[in-house]
């Protein structure tokens, strides 16, 4: 993307606000109360709500989508939000250990970890960036 503003020699002092030209990429004046499209740049997750819904368990490996270390519980759910498919994670507080999965915590789909917390995610909010 070109980041800058090409003058098309038709600009007035009330173009305050830009557009991305569909043709090039490149940013033009144009009228702040003009409607445009938007672009949905990236499904991602604005918001996630995690809750403990049990300790010292972790998702068996049918339900693993992937591990990782991590640094804080915080981090590990965002990774979890970046993945389509997760629905929790579990997080080690002795290894930092991240483990990414599909698990809802029923019956079969945990085991007995040592030291890990498994995280549900309760509420979801996905956006679209856009621009104007």
Same mark, same amino acid.
């Not at 079969?108 to 104007?132: H, R, W």
């Given at each position: ?13 009330? @173009? ?19 409607? @445009? ?15 403990? !819904? ?16 991590? !640094? ?7 990774? #979890?939000?970046? *993945?389509?498919? #997760? ?23 945990? !085991?007995?970890?040592? @030291? *890990?917390?498994?995280?549900?995610? !309760?509420?979801?909010?996905? *956006?679209?960036?856009? *621009?104007?």
């Amino acid at each position: 993307m070109n980041y800058a503003i090409a003058e098309s020699g038709d600009e007035s002092d009330d @173009m305050d606000c830009f557009r991305i030209a569909a043709n090039d990429g490149s940013l033009r004046h144009a009228y702040c109360n003009s409607e @445009m499209y938007y672009i949905c740049e990236k499904k991602s997750v604005a918001y996630n709500r995690f809750e403990i !819904t049990s300790q010292n368990k972790s998702p068996t490996s049918e339900y693993v989508i992937r591990n990782l270390l991590s !640094t804080t519980p915080g981090t590990c759910s965002l990774e #979890c939000g970046n *993945v389509d498919a #997760c629905s929790s994670f579990s997080y080690n507080r002795k290894t930092n250990e991240c483990i990414i999965s599909t698990s809802t915590g029923q019956d079969g789909e945990l !085991t007995d970890a040592e @030291m *890990v917390d498994f995280y549900l995610v !309760t509420f979801s909010q996905a *956006v679209c960036i856009t *621009v104007n």
